[in-house]
């Protein structure tokens, strides 16, 4: 490939990201005081000590705010600083603004707080019993799985029980605001949403959006974490400009932010599924006890996208699941790749595998028979259209040569004691669209420049996606021009306005249709301008490769010389483009509609090889057959798969979040947070995009790419699973029938030497 | 007495070669006996191409070269940095092969080796030193040398790609300058 501009940038070291941007004369560097336990009451706060340190000290707290002191949209349960009752460790109480950052550290500590603690609780269930919920619980049924759990032959029940995951965007959560004239602010947000931002800016500064202007720069990763939770450092800084009229960065180090910010939701739930003798589901029910933390924040969107996936890629005819959003005082969690799907996913996967050992049954032959196919409908009445799933399955079993593979690894573990294969199969179908309608919108603005080159500005936030780049390759092609001539811009509120967040994988999907029909329409006038240059009907002409085709003919009449020329006749070489994705609708009370525009398939195999001594394991391979629709970039979207699979890996079997019953954090660096690295990865992952497969429903026919691989990383927990199960009873530590049967995700090495001790059943 | 003492700290300094160019600090009000390397770097040259991401030695973002090995500058105090010869990503050619490498990674299987670009630097700097030490070293040499930095974004499969083509570069590069008439 040749190297785009953006890596090579980045390869010189001359990508600048929020933190690398240069201190501004006088500029103030901002650090919050947080609330030290999961619950409390502030009674008063004493800067004298900290205003003391330094002339260049300030502390703000909930009284400076001019606006409303409140960041939450959906429920109003979230204040920018608290004034009066905290609900989690790590709330912002105050803000300390110093000359330079240890300054503002010392200062903020220095503050003294006068406070009562308050009991705090942590656990879902818990929270659930004693009826502290953000919302009430919300419920999807279809058929009647009271009745048909009575025809089943097998019933199978059961808990399982999914860990949160920290982010870990390798640049930090931060924002720069400058004071401008008037009252006014400019910020740069390290944020998927910057017209979110802007409005928790105006409404807690007391401005009009008019008033904010923010841009989100190039990020260092977001993976959902700076959806919503961005906002209130962006905040934060805003209203140190708005009070001292200076520059206020606000800039967390990895601690404060693996303190402070949410993270994917952990989940604790209760499934039952029923199947008749021939293994077909027949019933399935699911109570998911989403722990939402302290604070509304995206919860509701993330618990309707579990109960969109309860079935995953599975047919159930009689089905009922339960969602309860439960308000504990840990920091709120927020949108993480996937957004709820994968938690449920999971409990799908489990009661499957649990099924499967009842019934004696195949696990790839159960999955098999329960496959969505054409002429199906989902849980919530959506058909299913354009069933992509045998087609993916069937080939990861060809490209896995699973039949050999799975008769390998058990030969193997028959021949080996104390080293243990395993492997499994996950198929996926992941809805593509925001489940709330309204966010399903973009816009974008094309600028031809008299030189011919193209500027183009969406709603959209790169952030390693290479959404930037996707656009570029989708103007180039539009406009009929080298890419080298298309810049795409940073993310700015006064280009594009009233954008929704960069998430849920629409990136591409809603800002290059918006970018495509603004360049659509440039291209419509100049081609009118061509047509009448060249003596030639409108209908024939294109344009290709930099200049004006005439059916299969290459006309004189180059691109730069075109846009001169309309330049010159005064013909507007700028355009708005907008796209609303079509066809959506969704009755929230009876729970039906079409929330999705298009599904995405694939499915993954894994191997993992055990050492049964230890409880330590390594990932051997992994097969992925994953349906893009026609890949815009292939590189690109290779890039996701692998990049999403890590995660989701990590996800199951690696990444250990763990907080004390107070409320504290116990894995706050990443020395205690242990991540995929490149041993971790299996030696050799394969991935292959399903052939002949284009996607009438997005652009250029592709498909969304961001969330769904994710889910094939669960594969590496069954993978894990599976091996555990080879461990025979003549194990020199084995108890006796400990197989597992509780569900318990990560699958760390601590917990897979549980199960081989049989301390964990 | 303390102002003595304050007088003769800010005499003592301390001298570093970063990109080929010596530079001198004195240690005082804007360097002190703390002051990380990565601090240095950043804030006081404005090398920003590496990364502070966990300031503990646990990523790999903030890795440089210190006479050609790799270093994690978050972890190394700018008073121990005195005397010796630091690179940053700054520093490197753009021909370097294993800037090359990374920028032109694409290969069917692999993906490209950035993606955000935050580790990037860091990667970079660390394949460096490896090829520095060992200039074709296997994949498992070059998966025990950079298990120590992450990328968040997994782009790990053509991170390992792109090191080992820099080293086929590197190879190829030698035999064009050993063979006559040939060209680096
Ligand atoms: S910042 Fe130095 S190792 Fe992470
Ligand atoms: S490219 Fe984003 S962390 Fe490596």
């Known amino acids: 490939m040749k190297p785009t501009k953006e890596s090579e940038l980045n390869l010189s070291g001359a990508t600048r990201y929020l933190d690398d941007l240069p201190a501004t004369e006088g500029m103030l560097y901002g650090v919050p005081l947080t609330s030290p336990c999961a619950r409390g009451l502030l009674r008063g706060i004493d800067a004298s000590a900290a205003l003391a340190l330094d002339a260049s000290v300030s502390v703000l707290t909930a009284s400076d705010i001019p606006g409303e002191n409140q960041l939450g949209e959906a429920v109003s349960d979230e204040s920018l600083l608290v004034d009066g009752e905290w609900s989690y460790l790590g709330q912002c109480l105050a803000l300390a603004l110093a000359a330079t950052p240890s300054l503002a550290r010392k200062a903020a500590a220095l503050v003294r707080i006068v406070y009562d603690e308050l009991e705090a609780v942590t656990d879902a269930r818990a929270a659930a019993e004693s009826g502290s919920f953000i919302l009430p619980s919300r419920t999807m049924r279809s058929g009647d799985p009271a009745s048909a759990f009575s025809r089943c032959a097998i019933v199978v029940e059961g808990r399982v029980e999914s860990g949160g995951q920290e982010h870990v965007y390798l640049e930090a959560q931060g924002a720069i605001a400058e004071s401008l004239e008037g009252g006014r602010v400019r910020v740069v947000s390290g944020t998927q949403a910057p017209s979110g931002v802007q409005r928790a800016i105006a409404r807690t500064l007391g401005l009009g959006m008019h008033d904010v202007e923010v841009e989100a720069r190039r990020l260092g990763g977001a993976f959902g974490g700076k959806e919503d939770q961005a906002a209130q450092w962006a905040a934060l800084a805003a209203l140190g400009a708005a009070r001292t009229g200076k520059t206020v960065k606000v800039y967390l180090n990895r601690r404060e932010d693996m303190n402070w910010t949410g993270k994917r939701h952990p989940y604790s739930s209760d499934y039952k599924l029923g199947l008749d003798a021939e293994g077909r589901i027949l019933a399935y029910e699911a109570d998911y006890y989403q722990n939402s933390g302290a604070c509304c924040d995206l919860s509701p969107a993330i618990l309707s996208r579990t109960l969109f996936h309860a079935a995953s890629a599975y047919r159930i005819p009689n089905l009922r699941v339960t969602g309860r959003m439960c308000r504990t005082n840990l920091p709120p969690f927020t949108a993480f790749r996937g957004f709820g799907a994968p938690q449920g996913v999971f409990v799908i996967e489990c009661a499957l595998d649990a099924a499967a050992r009842e019934g004696g049954w195949d696990p790839v032959e159960l999955r098999l028979k329960n496959l969505l196919a054409e002429g199906d409908s989902f849980h919530f009445g959506q058909p299913v259209a354009d069933c992509r799933a045998r087609r993916t399955v069937d080939r990861t079993l060809e490209l896995s040569r699973w039949t050999e593979l799975r008769a390998e690894i058990d030969s193997f573990n028959s021949a080996h004691r104390l080293v243990k294969r395993g492997a499994a199969i996950l198929p996926i179908c992941f809805g593509v669209s925001f489940t709330k309608l309204v966010m399903n919108q973009g816009g974008a603005l094309v600028h031809v420049y008299g030189d011919g080159s193209v500027s183009v500005s969406t709603g959209a936030v790169e952030m390693g996606q290479q959404v930037a780049r996707k656009i570029q390759v989708i103007a180039a092609r539009s406009l009929g021009i080298p890419e080298g001539l298309v810049r795409v811009e940073s993310t700015r509120t006064a280009s594009v306005a009233n954008t929704y967040s960069t998430a849920a994988s629409t990136g591409s999907d809603i800002n290059g249709m918006a970018a495509l029909a603004a360049c659509e329409e440039i291209r419509g006038r100049l081609l009118g301008l061509a047509a009448r240059m060249l003596g030639a009907d409108k209908g024939e002409l294109r344009i290709e490769s930099g200049f004006v085709t005439k059916g299969c003919e290459i006309t004189e009449l180059a691109w730069k010389e075109l846009v001169d020329k309309a330049h010159l006749d005064r013909i507007d070489l700028s355009a708005h483009g907008f796209y609303a994705t079509p066809g959506l609708f969704y009755d929230m009370k009876a729970e039906r509609g079409s929330p999705f525009a298009y599904h995405v398939y694939g499915c993954s195999a894994v191997t993992a090889t055990l050492d049964a001594l230890r409880g330590t394991y390594r990932f051997d391979e992994a097969f992925i057959v994953h349906d893009v629709g026609e890949s815009i970039d292939y590189d690109v979207d290779l890039g996701q798969v692998e990049g999403a699979f890590a995660q989701g890996l990590g996800w199951a079997a690696l990444e250990d979040l763990r907080y004390d019953e107070r409320g504290r954090l116990l894995s706050d660096t990443l020395s205690t947070y242990k991540l995929p690295d490149l041993r971790f990865m299996p030696s050799a992952v394969k991935i292959e995009f399903l052939e002949g497969a284009p996607n009438p429903k997005a652009v250029m026919r592709s498909k969304a790419i961001g969330e769904p691989p994710l889910l094939y990383g669960i594969a590496g927990y069954f993978a894990i699973l599976d091996a555990l199960r080879a461990v025979d009873r003549t194990h020199p530590t084995k108890a006796p029938s400990s197989a597992p049967y509780a569900y318990d995700l990560p699958m760390t090495p601590e917990k897979a030497l549980d199960f081989i001790q049989g301390v964990r059943r | ?184």
């Open chain 2, 1 to 184: 007495m303390q102002k003595n003492e304050a007088a003769s700290s800010r005499e003592r300094g301390i001298r570093i070669r970063v990109n080929g160019q010596w530079r001198d600090f004195a240690l005082g009000d804007d360097l002190s006996a703390s002051t990380t390397l990565a601090y240095l770097l950043r804030e006081r040259l404005g090398f920003t191409g590496l990364k502070v991401s966990c300031d503990e030695g646990a990523c790999g973002a903030c890795t440089v070269l210190e006479d050609g090995a790799a270093v994690l500058s978050c972890m190394v105090l700018a008073v121990e940095a005195d005397g010796h010869d630091i690179q940053t990503i700054e520093g490197l050619p753009a021909d370097d092969p294993v800037v090359e490498a990374f920028a032109e990674q694409s290969e069917p299987g692999f993906g490209t080796a950035l993606q955000c670009g935050y580790c990037t630097p860091g990667f970079v700097m660390t394949a460096r030193a490896l090829l520095n030490a060992n200039p074709s070293p296997t994949l498992a040499e070059v998966k025990e040398a950079l298990g120590g930095n992450i990328c968040r974004c997994g782009c790990y499969a053509g991170i390992a790609r792109a090191v080992l083509n820099a080293s086929a570069k590197i190879a190829a590069r030698k035999a064009g300058a050993a063979a006559p008439g040939g060209r680096a």
